[in-house]
């Protein structure tokens, strides 16, 4: 039987915690922030946890 592969771009994206939950990075941090209030670019430096949902997708993706 082959090994399962990780999804090298979930890899990249997502952490598990030690709790179990995942944790994520925040979306429009790229490009382009100087027409974004100062509050969300400050509230965008926080990592976000994944919802519970999505939780075993992206642990399996994981490995």
Known sequence: MPKMKSVKGAVKRFKVKKNG???????YRSHILTK???????KQHK???????????????IN
């Open 21 to 27: 939950t995942v944790k994520r990075g925040t979306a």
């Open 36 to 42: 974004q209030d100062p509050a969300t670019r400050t």
């Open 47 to 61: 990592s976000k946890i994944i919802a519970k949902v999505d939780e075993k997708n992206v642990k399996a993706m």
